[in-house]
């Protein structure tokens, strides 16, 4: 049955039929899968939610599906365009289909976040399959990331976006690529999408591992308040209100504060707060606008990395400190605009501009009494930054001899103005001994992409090409005469991606394509980085598949060659140029829901990760994880109950060439269980049910400590989270 139907004068020729999928608050839906009984022929809708089949004729039954949604059906009466309203409903896996989706693993995504929501800043990353996330430096820090064989530093490798807005710093005081999500309130997200390896031609720089873009939701179903309250002194307060909520016109406000002493012997002293602005509207029924504004601040201490001797020795605990004046501040503003135009049936236009305001203080102490045995090694990094952008991008469908032809054809700019980008040596967080590197960076990015998507049949093939063109300027404050030290440099990136689409239950694929990273500026415009923008060449063969209507499987083999890999050198303040290298592995992925109300996950990965110029033995890619693995169940039941219980495990990898030095894996389980009723969620999580110890970060470090008279190169640690558990209470309004 369909919830609403709207028959609107068409200028279409009667071959063509042409609607709008939207839901019960007449926002469009993209992806709705549509389906002609008849003539077994089939349509997706695009963003705006409109979609075209050809050859329809009245008395068809046109069929609508999108997971989340409950399943239409109607009988053409009429060839003029039409609207269909469709209800919302909690998922059911036997109702999603694969067939003609160019990012059906997507779907993965969108499952996790409906069965179990995002509802922590560490939860948000972890909702991409495969990505492990680690935390050494007091909470405030971006978290350390690794994905198919890469320890990815801080993005140096993976391309993050928020609404379209780059997370991802350029040329950043504490590495190349450096992504701090923090900014994000996890409660915001309506969905995350992500693609592995560098097959997409709208992502450009880092893109080489992956991609991922969160999306916040257009409107909230209701206002709500939360409060949350657990060990170490740990408390956050939630508010999330509607401003504005009309049929044409939705805005709300967010607010968030969050405050912990933390699990460590020295108090974190962390707080973070955050501000969220999202105003959707239709301005016209073909014109359409989105503005958001943020603005988020952080303070924290940090009792940093520590050496395994000093804890096996007892000179201190676990969680103990060798300098515990470790730690920051950070703060971001954000301003961002977008506006979309359906220009006909066939085509439309998307345009979005945006405005980062960002500052950044962090102190490290990796070394301890390495170089300077008086006053230790302590560093300051820090910057301010100005970050401006846009991105147009112009789509056109066309069906011609029964084939659908969809093109984009994009450009974006960039620029990063980054002041008083320094890296100096510091005692106590309080005095400055002497400047390292001290200047300002001045780096923009073009970018133009032309992405052309052929559907024939059960074919789907997928060509692209993508150009990009960057400016790197650095004024050097340590040099005695003022100069402006600059270079520039362009790349193409081509891709070729084939789907085949055997039913609407079994797609396989080969995706293939060249990405790209940038180098810092101050590597490339002062030390003679041997690339400058360094390229990876990509290759995924895999399926996706439904064997039966409640279990979704995903299986690819995949390589990634890449030219160039960067290695952040911390206490020098550079990314520093190595070798070439290669990667190989296989991902798995299923979804298996045995009853409505259950679901069971699992996401395995084996990644072989070797430097190609090396010899032997000497070759392996420090912290590159070989094996990992997330799985978990959760319930979801009309009663009102839900809950999960969830394990990762990240196995052991080398902490350095040789693999003399090996970092140790881990194995911990969360849990979580709540009840909604009426107006009111209440709720417990368990962090580390089983309190094992186990290490969130390591690296294999050279340091001196003070009582030392040589150094010793070994593990260096950040522990994880032991047995933490909170509470939370949701009241909605």
Request: glycine share 8%; aromatic share 12%; charged share 20%.
């Amino acid at each position: 049955m369909v919830v609403g139907v709207l028959l609107v004068p068409s200028t279409l020729l009667a071959q063509l039929f042409t609607g709008v999928v939207t839901n019960s608050k007449r926002n469009p839906l993209a992806n709705v899968y549509v389906l002609n009984l008849e003539k077994n022929t089939h349509a997706h809708t695009n963003e705006e939610g409109v979609f075209e089949l050809n050859n329809v004729q009245i008395g068809d039954t046109l069929q609508f599906v999108l997971m989340g949604y409950t399943e239409q059906k109607l009988v053409v009466s009429s060839l003029d365009k039409l609207v269909v309203v469709v209800k919302e409903k909690d998922i059911e896996l036997a109702e999603v289909t694969i067939g003609n989706k160019i990012n059906a693993l997507r779907l993965i995504t969108d499952i996790d976040i409906q069965m179990n929501p995002v509802n922590s800043s560490q939860d948000v990353l972890r909702k991409v399959p495969g990505l492990f996330i680690g935390q050494h430096a007091g909470g405030g820090k971006s978290e350390q990331m690794f994905l198919r064989g890469f320890d990815l530093d801080h993005g140096t490798d993976i391309a993050i976006t928020v609404d379209d807005m780059p997370v991802n710093m350029v040329s950043h005081a504490h590495g190349q690529g450096y992504a701090d999500l923090h900014f994000v309130i996890p409660e915001t997200i309506d969905n995350i999408d992500f693609g592995k390896g560098p097959y997409y031609a709208d992502k450009g720089n880092f893109s080489t591992a992956a991609y991922v873009n969160f999306t916040t939701k257009n409107q909230l179903q209701n206002s709500s308040v939360k409060l949350e309250g657990g060990q170490f002194d740990s408390w956050r307060l939630l508010g999330m209100f509607n401003v504005l909520n009309t049929h044409d016109h939705h805005a709300y406000v967010a607010t968030e504060y969050l405050a912990t002493d933390g699990y460590f012997d020295s108090s974190q002293n962390f707080n973070r707060i955050n501000l969220f602005a999202k105003y959707t509207g239709d301005i016209t029924e073909e014109d359409k606008l989105q503005v958001l504004l943020s603005h988020f601040t952080s303070s924290w201490d940090a009792s940093g990395q520590i050496p395994q001797r000093a804890v096996d020795s007892g000179l201190i605990g676990r969680f103990g400190a060798i300098d515990d004046t470790e730690g920051g501040l950070t703060d971001r503003t954000n301003l961002s605009i977008r506006y979309d135009k359906i220009l006909d049936e066939h085509s439309f236009i998307k345009n979005t501009v945006f405005y980062s305001h960002y500052d950044f203080e962090l102190y490290s102490n990796f070394t301890f009494f390495l170089e300077d045995p008086i006053n230790g090694d302590q560093i300051k990094q820090k910057e301010s930054r100005n970050l401006y952008g846009l991105q147009t991008e112009y789509n056109h469908s066309k069906v011609f001899n029964n084939t659908r032809i969809n093109w984009q054809a994009g450009f974006s700019l960039r620029n990063d103005v980054s002041t008083g980008n320094e890296l100096a040596h510091t005692v106590n967080r309080s005095e400055t001994l002497n400047y390292i590197q001290q200047g300002d960076i001045n780096e923009t990015n073009m970018g133009g992409y032309v992405n052309v998507t052929f559907e024939m049949g059960r074919w789907i093939i997928n060509p692209s090409l993508r150009a990009d063109y960057f400016n790197f300027q650095y004024n050097d404050y340590l040099q005695t005469n003022y100069e402006t030290q600059a270079v520039s440099e362009s790349t193409l990136s081509p891709k070729l991606n084939v789907f085949y689409n055997a039913t609407d239950n079994f797609q396989a694929y080969v995706k293939s394509g060249k990405g790209f990273h940038s180098n810092d500026t101050r590597v490339v415009v002062v030390q003679d980085g041997k690339k400058i923008l360094p390229s990876a060449y990509g290759l995924d063969v895999g399926y996706i598949w439904k064997p039966v209507p409640n279990i979704f499987l995903n299986m690819a083999y995949w390589n990634l060659y890449l030219d160039q890999e960067f290695v952040y050198v911390g206490d020098a303040g550079v990314v520093e140029p190595s070798g070439k290298t290669s990667r190989q592995g296989v991902d798995v992925s299923v979804r298996y829901q045995p009853v409505k109300w259950l679901f069971w996950n699992i996401d395995a990965n084996y990644t072989k990760a070797r430097a190609i110029d090396e010899p032997t033995g000497e070759d392996y890619i420090p912290l590159a994880p070989e094996y990992t693995l997330v799985s978990g169940l959760n319930v979801k039941h009309d009663s009102g109950m839900y809950g999960g219980l969830n394990l990762r495990y990240l196995g052991d990898r080398p902490a350095n060439e040789d693999n003399s030095i090996v970092a140790d894996g881990y194995t911990v389980v969360d849990f979580n269980v709540g009840y909604t009723f009426k107006q009111f969620d209440l709720g417990v999580q368990i962090q580390n049910l089983f309190d094992v110890d186990w290490n969130e970060t390591q690296f294999a470090t050279e340091s001196r400590l003070q009582n030392e008279t040589t150094s010793v190169e070994e593990i260096h640690f950040t522990p994880g989270t032991p047995f933490f558990v909170k509470a939370y209470c949701v009241y909605r309004f």
